[in-house]
């Protein structure tokens, strides 16, 4: 079965976008783990926990991804199996390592890119990131590509999608 990036997807990753406008100046990174369940009786229900790159107290910068797994870990939330990740640019390879040790089901990113499509320097993450998608398919997660406006001061979701879905701009405030 494939499932087909939807007007929800949109949404996260939108918001993973402004999430990504919190990163440290270095690189602008957002990421939200959708974490997906159902309450007995209830309808389904997703929990989102949003994270950026961060820099840590020894002066490392933390990922975005590593850094949404602690927060939802922190908040209660251990197990991830079937849940689904945005990530505003594509996770390098120890990245996408921890989304298959944390058993998620599906990823939402923008695609890898060899140059970095305003500077057109060659991209350090290409082929850690070639590497990494090739992980993730081999473990069964789901990729799906979702393009957002990098090389802006903060990342958003290409206003051709936008149209596409008939999402107003409005609908993207954060939350």
Not at 126 to 141: T, V, W
Request: net charge negative; glycine share 6%; with cysteine.
């Amino acid at each position: 079965m494939t499932i087909e990036i939807t007007k929800d997807d949109i949404l996260h990753m939108a918001q993973a976008c402004y999430t990504a406008d919190l990163s440290c100046e270095k690189t602008k990174v957002g990421c939200r783990i959708v974490v997906s369940g159902q309450a007995e009786g209830h309808p389904p229900y997703w929990i989102p926990f949003d994270a950026f790159n961060t820099m840590t107290d020894m002066g490392h910068i933390l990922h975005a991804e590593d850094h949404a797994f602690r927060l939802a870990r922190h908040a209660g939330h251990e197990d991830f199996s079937g849940d689904t990740v945005y990530v505003t640019k594509f996770p390098c390879l120890d990245c996408c390592e921890l989304l298959v040790a944390e058993k998620v089901s599906r990823l939402v990113a923008a695609r890898p890119y060899a140059y970095h499509p305003f500077t057109h320097e060659k991209s350090r993450w290409y082929e850690s990131q070639q590497e990494g998608l090739l992980l993730l398919r081999e473990k069964g997660i789901t990729v799906h590509f979702l393009d957002v406006t990098v090389g802006t001061p903060v990342p958003t979701v290409h206003p051709a999608i936008l149209l596409a879905f008939g999402i107003d701009e409005s609908e993207l405030l954060p939350e």
